[in-house]
């Protein structure tokens, strides 16, 4: 897998890194860090059925990954196995492998899920920010970290706002109802939540399929944005939004990886001849 | 209907025949469908029409209530019991005052005597236990002893006429023989008497032994738990020495016992000389009032009589009139007509009836201001230490009550000066005195009042007990089983909790009254618990049974809606919550319970409105005593019993003349109900509303 980084590494240092100084040499430094490893990975939601087979990848820190493949393949389910929120469904679970995440293996027993989520956050299909104000929205992953400092708060709030480019649409009302706003206003306003947290870890399952076109572009700007601070997996069934936003995309069927590579190569140039087809299928 | 129209196009009639012809049943141009529609519809509608007009009954009689207590309250004023009723508020008062420091009075001299005294009342109540338990062996019994009795006084008699007879012996030879042949006769019954005695003796004896075995009997008021086993063994024993008709007096023990809480009484009471003469004092000083009072209450009686009588005449009359109608028989019909003639219709001279009133104010302006002074003065003199704790409650209660005496005189002096029987009445008022009325005294000789405050606090105090009890339970047992209990919990506590609400109330107003007032007492008179205000508690039926009876009926309601809440909450809420790295406990109470509050709120109004209008529970548990309980013990108010709206429309409505004021008073206290129900059910309603939106 560490082949595949070397065409990236001059990106990745070349990339403009925040304000602060020594994460930009640590990054540059750690630009071909994997942080998520995917290791012979089985899962089952039924025993007896597994919905994923045999899955091994890496995930590089700084990069886009884009999941795509047909329908009911498998991806979603992987995505939520990395940050266990298929725990919530009982009898479903790993049955075979590993998943180490910044090199610990997240199904050991000791790990605190807790932990693990508020560095790996994620951005649902369906937008769905609470009934609650857009502050207290933003407010909410730091809330309940036991964070009740008003300029705390408010410093996050505004820099996460920032960040998902919505502050200057709600810099106004930020007491008003967060379901008030637009879809798109509303996606980004989830996007806004699960960075409040500071995940290092991001991930999105079809975080556009819900939006308009004009939303959409939108927020795949904000994904380009987002990937200077934040690793993004991000699921999705349109093609193009994998090649505008990713750098690296994985192709499942049937619950099987067939292949991952750069983008650019898994759309010009597949090494495997399903990818192809998939992908020409898909383009026409 | 379509199809009808169906008939008219010209396609059908074409060649004369129908095309689409409907098949089935058809009766009258009706197909079976419409019959159907037609049965359900008129089904609703006739729902409908008849909470109409249940509506309309309920308004109609309701609404004439004003006018008629508007009359009640006028004649009230007219016949000047309304000025007498301030006397009598004075009066009132004053005994209060007295009979508070009565009670802490006697509770001090009874002080050093309290063990004597808890020991006389272990004997008296297991004593009674124990007769109540072997009551008809003991009539037995005593019916046989009481025979014996009698025939060994008349075997004494024949014996000494006997023997006068044989001594004379000019005696009648007959009798003599007929005397002893009486005597056998007796003396044969007394053998026959004698083994039944004994049976039923020993049979007694087995049952106080067995009485005596029960816990039951032994079940001592609060008062007299603390004893010795020596102490309970001396009780057994003088119990099983007094259990028979035939014993003679009471056990030494107890003559000692009575002899000496006698004598300990007596060192006290001469020792709190000065309080009894004090008391003395206080009781004397209202004197003069109430015999003032006694007068003019007789005056304004007599004129009440006077104005009801002219107030009923006319239908007295016209119901004589409408007899000499109906009857056939002449002679009747001339005696009725007689009777109706009779009848006066003279409005009484109200200038004139009261004029004895107006002649006596001057008497208690004369007495008031002596009597105000001479309380101030008595007060003071009551002792202000006092060592018991029911002595000290109780001069707490006295001190109160003086301050009310003392305010009741003093707004009284202008009340009374300036009072008119002729001063004008708003109709407003005839509303304000139901509203805010602080009596419900019906059937009275004096005057009815209908006033809705006792019912309505008693209502009020039970529901708020109700809810601060039920909510914190159901709306924690839904977030329980909706949010964090397994598959199986869940499929367990639900039915579990929503069975509760299968019981019927009358079950559970009888559980209340056998079982769960008898705990609560019970528990209330544990010692460790004294603390608890109101504890402990002298009655079984109170505003606390009944809350808590009420809390447990409104559990079901309350936890089946805040479920429906909380479930229909969206699973994403929880899903992105747990997702930014919330606990389970923090996503249910920051995230599912806050998005559902207000279909919450709903719920808890819902509830609301089940406790308020229920009426079974209240009726059989509620004690139904038809007064404002007495605030002055905090939150000690809820071992009071009280009485409710709902309870006093169950009991009251099926005695009262239909028609009559307090039929209508009834019906007021109904209507007073169906409001608060009805906004009960709108606020739930609008919260609802605002939870649908989200
Ligand atoms: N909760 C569940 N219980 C049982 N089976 C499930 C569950 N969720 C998904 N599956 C099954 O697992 C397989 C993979 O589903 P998954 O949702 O990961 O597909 P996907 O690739 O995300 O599809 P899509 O593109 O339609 O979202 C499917 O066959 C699906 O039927
Ligand atoms: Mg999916």
Redesign the pocket.
């Given at each position: 897998m560490k082949t595949y980084m070397s065409d990236q590494e001059d990106q990745m240092t070349l990339e403009p890194q925040g304000e602060d100084a020594p994460v930009q040499d640590q990054s540059a430094v750690d630009a071909l860090e994997t942080v998520i490893e995917v290791d012979h990975v089985n899962f089952a939601?039924?025993p007896g059925t597994d919905?994923l087979k045999d899955i091994s990848m890496n995930i590089n820190k700084g990069e886009v990954t884009a999941f795509i493949?047909?329908?009911?393949?498998?991806?979603?389910?992987?995505l939520r196995c990395l940050n266990r929120m298929n725990d919530l469904?009982p009898k479903?679970g790993l049955t075979q492998g590993e998943i180490r995440i910044l090199g610990t293996d997240i199904y050991h027993p000791e790990v605190d899920v807790i932990e693990l989520r508020k560095h790996v956050g994620m951005v649902f299909q369906k937008y769905n920010p609470f009934p609650k104000s857009i502050y207290e929205n933003v407010a909410y992953g730091l809330r309940i970290q036991g964070v009740n400092r008003k300029s705390v708060l408010d410093e996050a709030v505004e820099s996460s706002l920032k960040l998902a480019g919505l502050w200057d649409e709600v810099k106004d009302r930020l007491d008003s109802s967060g379901l008030g706003l637009s879809g798109g206003q509303q996606q980004r306003l989830c996007i806004a939540r699960t960075i409040a947290v500071q995940p290092k870890i991001i991930l999105m399952?079809?975080p556009c399929s819900a939006l308009d076109p004009i939303s959409t572009t939108i927020i795949e700007e904000l994904i380009t944005q987002l990937k200077q601070e934040f690793t993004i997996v991000i699921?999705t069934?349109n093609m193009q939004q994998a090649t505008r936003v990713s750098d690296r995309t994985a192709y499942?069927y049937l619950?099987e990886l067939i292949e991952m590579d750069v983008t650019t190569k898994i759309f010009t140039n597949p090494s495997q001849q399903k990818t192809e087809e998939y992908i020409s299928g898909r383009f026409g | 209907m379509s199809l009808n129209d169906e008939k008219k196009t010209p396609e059908n009639e074409k060649d004369g025949r129908v095309v689409f012809r409907r098949k089935g049943f058809q009766f009258l141009g009706m197909g079976l469908q419409d019959y159907i529609r037609v049965f359900f519809g008129g089904n609703a509608s006739l729902a409908i029409i008849v909470l109409i007009l249940i509506c309309l009954f309920l308004l109609r009689e309701a609404a004439m209530f004003f006018p008629d207590h508007h009359q009640g309250l006028k004649s009230y004023r007219q016949g000047g019991q309304e000025l007498v009723g301030y006397v009598s508020d004075e009066v009132d008062a004053h005994t209060k005052v007295y009979s508070s420091a009565n009670i802490a009075y006697f509770a001090e001299v009874g002080r050093t005597s309290i063990h004597e005294d808890k020991q006389l009342r272990a004997y008296r109540t297991v004593l009674a236990n124990v007769e109540q338990s072997t009551k008809y062996t003991w009539a037995r019994l005593e019916r046989y002893l009481d025979e014996a009795e009698d025939l060994n006084d008349d075997v004494e008699d024949l014996r000494e006429d006997i023997e006068e007879a044989s001594a004379d012996a000019e005696a009648d030879a007959e009798d003599l023989k007929k005397d002893q042949a009486e005597l056998a006769e007796i003396e044969a019954r007394l053998k026959q008497l004698e083994p039944l005695i004994a049976k039923e003796r020993e049979q007694l004896e087995k049952e106080v032994q067995t009485a005596l075995g029960t816990s039951r009997v032994w079940d001592l008021d609060i008062a007299a738990r603390g004893l010795s086993d020596e102490e309970l063994s001396m009780v057994r024993e003088a119990v099983v020495f007094e259990a028979y008709p035939d014993a003679e007096d009471e056990h030494e023990s107890i003559q000692n016992l009575k002899q000496v809480s006698r004598d300990k009484k007596a060192a006290e009471a001469e020792r709190l000389a000065d309080f009894k003469e004090t008391l003395n004092g206080i009781r004397d000083s209202i004197r003069p009032m109430k015999s003032l009072y006694g007068e003019m209450k007789d005056i304004s009686v007599a004129n009440r009589r006077e104005i009801d009588a002219f107030s009923t005449a006319p239908a007295r009359r016209a119901a004589l009139l409408a007899g000499v109608e109906q009857t056939d028989d002449p002679a009747e019909k001339e005696r009725m007509q007689k009777q109706a003639d009779e009848v006066v219709i003279v409005e009484p001279d109200y200038d004139a009836i009261n004029e004895p009133l107006y002649a006596l104010v001057p008497q208690h302006g004369e007495l008031a201001g002596p009597l105000q002074d001479e309380m101030n003065k008595l007060f003071r003199q009551l002792p202000q230490e006092v060592e018991t704790k029911s002595a000290r409650e109780n001069m707490k209660r006295a001190a109160v009550y003086y301050e009310r005496f003392d305010n009741t005189v003093t707004n009284n002096r202008d009340r009374i000066l300036d009072w008119r029987h002729d001063a004008p009445l708003s109709l407003w008022t005839s509303t304000t005195s139901f509203m805010f009325g602080k009596h419900w005294i019906t059937n009275s000789s004096w005057h009815d009042f209908y006033g809705l405050l006792p019912l309505f606090t008693g209502s009020l105090l039970i529901s708020i007990i109700a809810l601060t009890v039920s909510v914190p339970f159901a709306v924690a047992a839904a977030i329980y089983v909706n949010q964090i209990a397994r598959f199986k919990e869940q499929s367990f506590v639900k039915p579990a909790i929503e069975f509760i609400g299968a019981i019927p109330s009358v079950v559970l107003g009888f559980f209340g009254i056998l079982v769960f007032g008898e705990a609560l007492r019970n528990i209330s008179q544990l010692e460790w618990l004294q603390w608890v205000p109101g504890f402990p508690m002298a009655e079984r039926l109170t505003i606390l049974n009944a809350g808590l009876l009420l809390a447990f009926m409104a559990v079901p309601t309350i936890f089946t809606l805040t479920e429906d809440a909380l479930n229909n909450v969206p699973a994403a809420f929880s899903e992105n919550s747990l997702a930014l790295g919330a606990t389970k406990l923090q996503t249910v109470f920051r995230v599912i319970v806050p998005t559902a509050v207000s279909g919450i709120i709903a719920a808890i109004l819902l509830g609301f409105g089940r406790i308020i209008g229920e009426t079974m529970v209240v009726l059989l548990v509620a004690g139904n005593k038809i007064k404002i309980p007495d605030f002055t013990e905090g939150l000690g108010v809820v071992a009071q019993p009280a009485h409710t709206m709902t309870g006093i429309i169950a009991q009251e409505l099926g005695e009262v003349d239909s028609g009559s004021l307090h039929w209508r008073a009834l019906f007021m206290v109904g209507m007073v109900l169906f409001v608060i129900s009805l906004l009960v059910n709108w606020a739930a309603q609008r919260t609802l509303k605002r939870l649908q939106k989200i």
């Open positions: 939601y039924i919905v493949g047909p329908s009911g393949c498998g991806k979603s389910t992987l469904i479903a399952d079809e699921v069934h499942f619950g | -």
